[in-house]
């Protein structure tokens, strides 16, 4: 006998076997044999079929194939009686329980369809760029909605930013907002917590920096429970990163080039043996983009006829992120895990702005601002976790801890000239350090067959520092001065302590869950003291505040089955929109002197009550969910365009607490294949709001945002299977436009394409595809002000194409996961349960 598998017996034994099972595990492991079979149905081999042989003495024993293009496969076994199962493509699940005796080939499986595809098995099993899918893009549970991006043929190469303009209920402006069901606060978490890898307030920069090829899926939560952090008005999305399945080194690697430049190389690479898993994800990439912007001013009243704004930013930027990890089984029964990740990007940027004023009087003046800049953000997270399972029944407790970092660093160095002569030289240094430590302990406890208790409690602390600092030299000036407005050191902490309680049973055809969450929430922050009057005067004198709030969230969720993926379901849940550390700062940047952003430190949070009735059914060609829904906000935050008394041409902008806000709507998803090669995925949000309230400076109405109106998002996507190995996909996107007493938002239209061709014998896939085909993505609105009008044009980036090419190698041999115990909640669809909160 050779040394490894003396180390091999040991090493069993020290885990816990028992010496009676240890020896029979020696004594069969000699007398292991070579078997081979096949795959196949009525027309010849299915490839890529998963075939498990499960030793019915010795789980030890037990090992696991993978078919290869023609369904052949091969392995050791040692002889004894197996349960066979072999999981495929578009087939029932198989299962056969058989005898192994001797070496040689056994009689071939035969499997059949399970009516809801073609026969014609897909030559891609990897992941991101399969060339057609058996099954759907998504698919509904009680409290959230799952969004395989496998399906997304025009995201392949791309980002997360170009992930998210194909999920329902999710659209993408074109600044990178995102926003759900017409709202933009939206709660993100990476792996089911927030996370390093999106930054500090960096928005698309941060969306931009995740590849679309390390997203195994988006999950899509309008109606969060008691589990979820109460955070984000609008919902969660939780984006949940790729994870090793497979024994053995299994790994790709995924290149694209693409104009505007754009050029990523990354890679997943996982290795499982025994108790170990490892797994590493990571690369980097370089991209340009160009922002236009375009405003033209019209006043009724004053010396100022007409203020025409142009600028053209240019931006080039590098990221580069890793993230690894490992898994160890201690026990059967308890697992650790540890991970590390490192996320960072750099931007350059070249900014130039055109001023012109045209006074009644006839005199123009132009002036002009080039701002030459440079972004980096750095993100380091890590993580470490215990899962321990007390029974097979489901009884379960899981402890994490996460401790992240990131830090940001903006300079800037603008030139303005006034008439083509040189006016002055702005400096400008933002330096921004978060530190953040999230721990969670969950309790999971089955009651009966039919009912489940869920407990637990979170720690989130956040601190952000901010250090501004600008200085401007005037042509008449030698020497700099500081700007106050621009300058100054703020901190902002918070922490909050949140406990959650639910219960979750079901009755016959009737299911229902409840949940209450307590948040304590300790918030604050600081920063410099400036007269209104005298802005730029350094008082020396530093403010700090505190708000605290403790408050109880409830969520309800009900669902009757009439039948076999066939449900009625109805929710409720109340939630928190508490304002973004910098929406509260009152430290601006110098970039554009005529737009400026402040922060308001009198912001205070919104609540929202939220309800949705749903109706989900799911065919084998046919799926159907629309959902009504209706959300009532209080105290709802509204950005405010104040004009300068002193400068008609500059507008300050802000987010203030005003008034309350309905908005109610219907949320219709659907898919259909109509033919084996023709795939359908649609979405539609019509939806109305009423908004109420009014902003008041001093004594006098400045803003109202008194508003009804209706409006609508619609996206459809069609994909043709032309062979087993090509396929096109069309997106075309629908955004309606929105209207209140004082913001006027046009509609806008764009249509994407992609396409995928498997190669190398399903090793490889090419994948081309087109953002923006007819270059009409682009965002138009009026704003209307007490004395003028101002019409408003940008685009966040002109039409793009990529190709890319994805490598496989090693694919190793899947292993079937040990099953949980049912979410009685769960329609037939399945799919897996988030992480708590």
Known sequence: MERTEIVNVIQKKIFGLALTVGAASFIMAQQKMTISGNVKDANGGVGYASITFKNQQNSKLSDAALADADGNYKLDLAPGSYDVSIEAVDYKKFTQTIRVEKAGAIAPFVIVSDGKANLNNTTDIQGVTITATSTKPYKVELDKKTYDV???????????????????????????????????NVRFLINGKPSALLGIDDGANALQAIPADQIDRIEVITNPSAKFDASGTAGILNIILKKTTKLGFNGSVIGTLGYLPRTNLNTNLSWKKGNWSWFLNGGGGYQENKNTNRSTTNYTSGDLFSFNQNSINKTKSNNYNANLGTVYDISPNTSINLSGTIR???????????????????????????????????GMQ????????FDDKGQNVSLSLSLQRNQSSNDSKITATDNGVFSSLTNSKTKTENKSIIAKLDYELPIGENSLFNAGYRLDHNNNDYDFFTQRRLKDESEPSVLGRFTGLANYTETFNAFYLQFKSKIGAFSY?????????????????????????????????????????PSIFLSYDFAKNNQLLLNYSRRIDRPRSFFLIPISSPNDVRNVFQGNPDLNPSYIDSFELGYNLSKSKVTINPTLYYRKEKDNIQFAIIQDITDPGAFTLGPNNVGSEDRYGLDFNGTYDPFSWWKIMGNIDLFGYRTRGDLYVSGVLVQSYDGNGFSSRARLANTFKIDKTFSIQV????????????????????????????????????????????????????????????????????????????????????????????????NSNGGDDIPPM
């Open 513 to 553: 869950q409840l949940g209450l969450r307590d948040e304590l929430s300790n918030i604050s922050f600081s920063y410099p003291y400036r007269d209104l009057l005298q802005p730029d005067v350094d008082t020396g004198i530093i403010t700090n505040k505190k708000k605290n709030y403790n408050n109880l969230f």
């Open 731 to 826: 997106q075309s996107n629908f955004r309606g436009g929105q209207k209140n007493a004082s913001v006027d938002q046009k509609s806008i239209y764009f249509f994407n394409l992609g396409a995928t061709k498997t190669i190398w014998k399903g090793n490889g896939t090419l994948a081309f595809n087109i953002q923006d085909i007819f270059n009409t993505r682009a965002r138009e609105a009026t704003n209307y002000g007490p004395n003028y009008t101002r019409d408003m044009y940008m685009q966040w980036n002109p039409r793009q194409f990529s190709l890319s090419l994805t490598y496989r190698f090693k694919q190793g041999e899947k292993v079937e996961q040990p099953k949980k115990k049912k979410d009685i909640n769960a």
């Open 382 to 389: 890590g993580d470490f976790g215990i899962d321990h399972k």
């Open 150 to 184: 496998k399906s997304d043929l025009t995201a392949i190469g791309g980002n997360l930013q170009d992930v998210l303009q194909n999920v329902p209920s999710v659209s993408v402006d074109t600044d990178g907002t995102v926003s759900m069901r017409g709202s933009s």
């Open 344 to 378: 960072t990007f750099e931007n350059d940027s070249n900014n130039p702005i055109d001023y012109i004023n045209y006074n009644r009087d006839g005199i123009v003046d132009f002036t002009s601002r080039n701002a030459i800049g440079r972004n980096t953000n750095t």
